[in-house]
């Protein structure tokens, strides 16, 4: 099966479970939970069910397209459901039926792992998915985001589909995955792991991102301040990558990692506040939809 | 008598948290159905990742009756003189629905007083369970709780049914929402259905049937017999990690042991590296060719029958190799550079908030271990050998290999080291600065490992002390407490002399200058809180070796610095004597001298105003001992220190009988208590003998 095989099934599976498809947001994030399909629509009472493809970029994980599992960009299929359904396990080893993996031939574990966002102010408990000894997905009962109790409390299930493609398409190189019959992997994204890792470890404008993140910060207080939670988290977001840019390029001192991360923290906190707000406003349009 | 059983069944629990909770679920229902005076045979509880199991056997049908007495009104408005019940004991007697002729008097100590007496009927069993299951489950505690869906319930995690039965009866309540029932579910993987359980006894094969081990023993024995016939069919060493067993055991639900390979070329990694990715994370066996040397094989346990070994042992081993090809890219990329060429480096990496870097910390265990170091008496070799390991002591912490596998910190560090070249004992020390990582662990040997491992420990606790993180109650996030064991624990073992109070100020002096923690004038709160902290450890400790609550107390009240060598010596000397007459002496007069001079100093005595004969006596006797009493004490010769106090023992005891303290001439007067003050100090001095037991007799058992 190949890459955007796998990608197609599991969307199609997820629609038939009632999941809204979303789309890879347009702004860069280090996963799936960022999008604001996940982090803004977890807040307060409403019901959501959504699933997408994320690529994510972890700018410290470049190898230069030379290490057989790391890249700096990774694909992540996510879901999330609020309230988390009674069934969901059964629903997601389901799922893994349609990618071909039968769970009757294979040893499938729930190992304990629990999960945590010091920049958004969320963490939940759940487990890692092990096929074969191998972490294929993560899942997560979400607890807090943006510093706030949940209720209800939705479940996330993030796949890694790089990895759950090399079980099944038995290649231990990620770059030798076939995307679909006739182009690989390596085809689409070498030149861009490589570039990156290059950019990123070597050429990135320490003082560009510096002022870049200053900024990125100045905008979304004052878009919260006006009440605007959705183009704030935009920022936040912008914030948060660059951020990610300058500790993979060693630009941040010991002293002052810790608050940078609150202060993206914080401004994740008041966006879910104000987000949360909002809604109530608007009286919660979706409680209507259950 | 009938069974009741209750199966609660969850999402996967934590492994390391299983074996607690069914503990704790079979004392709390024993305690429970104790407390409910009804009958049973055994509780008995089982449990797997997806389930938790209690059986109670041989349940009595219901609680047995009670009989209560309930106090009514006084006897005197009750009845009138004639014994005439009058309206209080007419409606006292409706109240508890007995006829009034079933009323008696009784006297109180508030007087006469009217009394009925019912018998509480049991309730039926059924009833009981129906009550008490969904308590005992919301009772359970754990490290870490959850909410689900739209649930308020919290728990480890998700509870998805509730089978609760007596006998063939389901027993009927609501968990926050979830009805309980007589449905299970059966192994995951292999027949994943609802079934029906129609009764207890059916459970039990139902589950085995299908694919369900619910009993740890039994799963346990049966990971650990596939284990050895995979050893022994390959003539391998036959050694299990114990710990790892029972962590595997409580992640399955039907076990089934796999032998794997990897290519030899991997063994050429430190074992220790190999050990940790196979056995921490992958969750694997390693197979041992002898008790030193690794097997280019491993073991997995899977959760599933032995229908598919070859798929998963292949997917497995991929993984596997995977992981090694990493741990030894990152091993060749470590090698690459001498160690010390890291130390810089940890100028990077933030120790803990307000405590600065890594890299100030090691100049700071750099700094004390070379002080501890002096104090001990070790030569200049010994010296600058402690200084380069606590130079390279951190610097693994930035290596490739130690960033991936946090685990093998101090063992990298001693591999890295002794890979660069540097001495044999510094990378020794390197590697024993960080015991005893736990409990049970092993203690540091070299002078080396020894020093650096207080040192290291000591400016843990220190800094968090100085800038008030103290930990309480079960909040230790830096876990101190077990710190300062093992530095309690290294001291005692070791023999070395090691002032701790010493230590202690040095550290935080250190702490001063290089971090600028304001301590403002509480220095030496400090030191005495971290003095206070170490104490109670080793109370602890020394309990543990059996000795008297009391006698620890009593020295422990004497000696403020900690210096446990010294302590133990004067806890010997007081074991020799406890039993002994003459220290029974000691003790009443330590008790006396005490009470009568407290709230008062010691004064220089005046002699020419000492009158009478015993205690002019007593002074001298006090003049002939007292520099004797204080080489002893110089030398540590508490036995000895003993002997000279009960010389004194008599002429206390004729200066008691016949002197009066409080002399109508007040110089006289203070002039006596104080040879008494001068006294009870030296009676104290050892220990604070007023906190010792006299009911020795009743200890010797």
């Known amino acids: ?247 993979a390029r060693g630009a941040i001192s010991v002293s002052e990692r810790t608050g940078y991360i609150s202060r993206v923290r914080n401004l994740a906190r008041e966006c879910a506040e104000v987000q949360i707000k909002k809604r109530e406003e608007m009286n919660f349009p979706l409680m209507e939809k259950e | 008598m009938v069974d009741a059983l209750l199966e609660i069944g969850t999402e996967e629990i934590p492994a390391s948290c299983l074996e607690n909770i069914l503990e704790e679920l079979k004392k709390t229902t024993e305690k429970t159905f104790n407390n409910l005076k009804i009958n049973y045979f055994k509780v008995e509880s089982f449990g797997t990742p997806r389930r938790l199991i209690l059986w109670i056997s041989n349940l009595d049908e219901k609680q047995k009756d009670v009989k209560i007495k309930v106090k009514g009104p006084a006897a005197a408005i009750a009845f009138d003189e004639i014994m005439k019940p009058q309206k209080p004991a007419v409606k006292f007697a409706q109240s508890q629905s007995i006829n009034i002729d079933e009323l008696f008097i009784e006297n109180t100590k508030k007087g006469k007083y009217i009394f009925a007496e019912k018998t509480i009927k049991g309730k039926e069993s059924m009833k009981l369970l129906e009550q008490c299951l969904p308590k005992i489950i919301q009772s359970l505690n754990f490290p870490k709780s959850m909410r689900w869906g739209t649930g308020k319930l919290k728990f480890i995690r998700p509870i998805r049914w509730i089978l609760a039965i007596l006998g063939e009866e389901v027993i009927h309540f609501d968990l926050d929402g979830l009805s309980s029932n007589n449905m299970t579910f059966g192994h995951k993987l292999l027949t994943p259905e609802q079934i029906k359980v129609p009764s207890i006894e059916k459970y039990f094969r139902i589950l085995e049937e299908n694919f369900v081990m619910i009993d740890p023993i039994k799963r346990g024995a049966k990971i650990k017999e596939e284990i050895l016939d995979n050893i022994r069919k390959n003539n391998r060493h036959e050694i299990i990690n114990e710990s790892q067993l029972k962590e595997i055991n409580y992640m399955v639900e039907y076990p089934h042991a796999i032998l794997g390979y990897f290519e030899e070329k991997y063994l050429k990694l430190p074992l220790q590296v190999l050990v940790t990715v196979m056995e921490v994370h992958q969750k694997y066996f390693p197979i041992y060719r002898n008790k030193e040397e690794l097997d280019n094989a491993f073991i997995v346990v899977i959760n599933n029958t032995g229908h598919n070994d070859k798929e998963i042992i292949k997917g497995n081993e991929n993984v596997l190799k995977a992981r090694l090809e990493d741990a030894n890219f990152f091993y060749q990329e470590d090698l690459k550079r001498p160690l010390k060429n890291r130390v810089e480096e940890l100028k990077n990496v933030i120790f803990r908030e307000n405590m600065g870097t890594l890299f100030d910390k090691t100049q700071r265990i750099t700094e004390l271990s070379r002080f501890i170091a002096g104090l001990s008496g070790l030569d200049e070799n010994g010296k600058k050998i402690i200084s380069r390991a606590a130079f390279l002591s951190k610097a693994d912490l930035v290596t490739e290999m130690v960033k991936e596998f946090p685990k093998l910190q101090g063992t990298m560090g001693k591999i890295y080291a002794f890979a660069s070249d540097e001495k044999k004992e510094v990378s020794e020390a390197v590697f024993e600065h960080y015991l005893p990582r736990f409990a049970e662990d092993k203690l540091p040997k070299t002078h080396g490992g020894i020093i650096l491992s207080i040192a290291d420990k000591l400016d843990n606790i220190v800094g968090c002390f100085a800038v008030g993180l103290i930990p309480s109650g079960s909040q230790d996030p830096y876990g101190l407490r077990r710190q300062a064991l093992g530095i309690i624990r290294t001291v005692i073992e070791s023999r070395m002399e090691i002032s701790l109070i010493e230590s202690i100020r040095i550290s935080l002096s250190i702490f001063k200058e290089d971090i600028f923690i304001d301590l403002k004038d509480r220095e030496e709160t400090v030191v005495d809180q971290i003095i206070i902290f170490l104490q109670q450890r080793l109370k602890n400790v020394l309990l543990e070796k059996g000795i008297f609550y009391d006698v620890i107390d009593a020295v422990l009240s004497a000696e403020k610095e900690c210096d446990i060598h010294d302590i133990q010596s004067r806890i010997h000397a007081i074991q020799d004597l406890y039993h002994s007459e003459m220290f029974g002496n000691i003790i009443n007069s330590a008790i006396r001298l005490m009470n009568i001079s407290k709230g008062n100093h010691e004064i220089e005595i005046n002699e020419s105003l000492l009158k009478e004969e015993d205690e002019i006596h007593l002074y001298h006797q006090y003049i002939k001992h007292i520099n004797q009493f204080k080489d002893t004490i110089q030398n540590g010769n508490y036995h000895e220190s003993y002997e000279i106090l009960g010389e004194l023992c008599p002429y206390i005891h004729d200066f008691f009988d016949q002197v009066l303290v409080m002399d109508k001439d007040e110089l006289v007067r203070k002039n006596r208590v104080g040879l008494i003050k001068k006294l009870s100090n030296l009676f104290n001095h050892v220990a604070i003998l007023s906190k010792i037991s006299q009911k020795k007799d009743d200890k010797k058992s």
């Not at chain 1, 009472?45 to 970029?57: F, G, L, M, N, T």
Request: aromatic share 14%.
């Open chain 1, 1 to 247: 099966m190949n890459f955007q095989t796998i990608i197609f099934n599991l969307q199609k599976y997820w629609s038939k479970q009632g999941c809204v498809l979303c789309q890879p947001y347009d702004i860069e994030v280090g996963a799936g939970t960022m999008n604001p399909a996940t982090f803004l629509r977890v807040l307060g009472p409403e019901p959501w069910k959504a699933a997408y493809v994320e690529p994510s970029r972890r700018p410290a994980d470049g190898r230069y397209g030379e290490n057989p599992n790391r890249v700096q960009q990774h694909h992540q299929f996510q879901v999330i459901i609020k309230p988390s359904p009674d069934d969901i396990q059964e629903v997601y080893l389901k799922s893994l039926e349609e990618l071909g993996i039968i769970r009757k031939n294979h040893d499938i574990r729930f190992i304990e792992g629990d999960w945590e966002a010091p920049t958004l102010g969320a963490w939940g408990l759940g487990w890692e998915v092990w096929l074969d000894g191998l972490e294929i997905t993560q899942f997560t009962y979400f607890q807090q985001a943006g510093g706030i109790e949940l209720n209800p409390i939705p479940v996330e299930i993030t796949y890694g589909l790089e990895r759950i493609a090399m079980v099944i398409q038995n290649k231990e190189n990620v770059f030798d995955l076939k995307w679909n019959n006739q182009i690989t992997y390596r085809d689409i994204h070498w030149q861009a792991e490589y570039e990156h890792s290059k950019y990123n470890f070597e050429c990135a404008d320490i003082n560009m991102l510096f002022s870049l993140f200053n900024t990125y910060e100045n905008e979304a207080s004052h878009l919260i301040k006006k009440l605007l939670p959705i183009p704030a988290y935009d920022y936040i977001l912008k914030c948060s990558h660059a951020f990610n840019m300058l500790d």
